[in-house]
């Protein structure tokens, strides 16, 4: 089955920017989502098809996605943006939802 | 606005099925493509599987042997059995709107606010 694989982590101070990445084999031929998880929340889904936002998802939240690597960038951090960030595939092969294993932004 | 909302026991002794289901508001369940998603205690997310209105269903493989997903068109609803459920099961379930994008992918969006399920004895 398809791996995606998320650094545990990212760190990063207010009004600076953040970026996120989701590694998986030719990720870049795959159209990737990302949701946004708050501690007791469902989560929120802020960017799909690589670079797209939903309606009411601020602009200082854009996606990237190319080769091995899709990159979520979160601009002008704040600390409301603190929270876990999942990427978040459909691999056609099996018909399945994949998830990767989440990120923890911190903002310092 | 879509609504979901999940219920069922909060409690489940190991061995025995855990029931679940997801009742859809603001819009009909015979319309798109309905999942279900797992969390355990801090830990990330698991698909766990999905169905579409007709009934027609997919699961994750982990899963399959002791997975059930099914719909009732009539009261907007669909559910999850998984039977003999053990400690690892123990999770935040979610259930979600399932929709195709681009004719390619699918994307999660709207969720239930999830229900927490402890499998103890």
């Known amino acids: 089955s398809y791996v995606l694989t998320q650094p545990p982590s990212v760190s990063v101070a207010p009004g600076k920017t953040a970026r996120i990445t989701c590694g998986g084999n030719n990720i870049g031929t795959k159209s990737v989502h990302w949701y946004q998880q708050k501690p007791g929340q469902a989560p929120v889904l802020v960017i799909y098809?690589?670079?797209d936002r939903p309606s009411g998802i601020p602009e200082r939240f854009s996606g990237s996605n190319s080769g091995n690597t899709a990159t979520l960038t979160i601009s002008r951090v704040e600390a409301g943006d603190e929270a876990d960030y999942y990427c978040?595939?459909?691999?056609?092969?099996?018909?399945?939802?994949?998830f990767g294993g989440g990120t923890k932004l911190t903002v310092l | 606005q879509v609504q979901l909302r999940e219920s069922g026991p909060g409690l489940v002794k190991p061995s025995e099925t855990l029931s679940l289901t997801c009742t859809v508001s603001?819009?009909?369940?015979?319309?798109?493509?309905w999942s279900w998603i797992r969390q355990p205690p801090g830990k990330g997310l698991e698909w766990i599987g999905y169905?579409?209105?007709?009934?027609?269903?997919n699961y994750n493989p982990s899963l399959q042997s002791r997975l059930s997903i099914s719909v009732d068109t009539s009261r907007n609803q669909f559910s999850l059995r998984l039977s003999s459920v053990t400690a690892a099961d123990t999770a935040v379930y979610y259930c979600a709107r399932q929709k195709i994008v681009g004719a390619i992918t699918n994307i999660f969006d709207y969720w239930g606010q999830g229900t927490l399920v402890t499998v103890s004895s």
């Open positions: 169905i579409y209105y007709s009934g027609s269903t």
């Open positions: 098809y690589d670079s």
């Open positions: 978040q595939v459909w691999d056609t092969s099996s018909d399945q939802g994949v």
């Open positions: 603001g819009g009909s369940i015979s319309s798109d493509y």
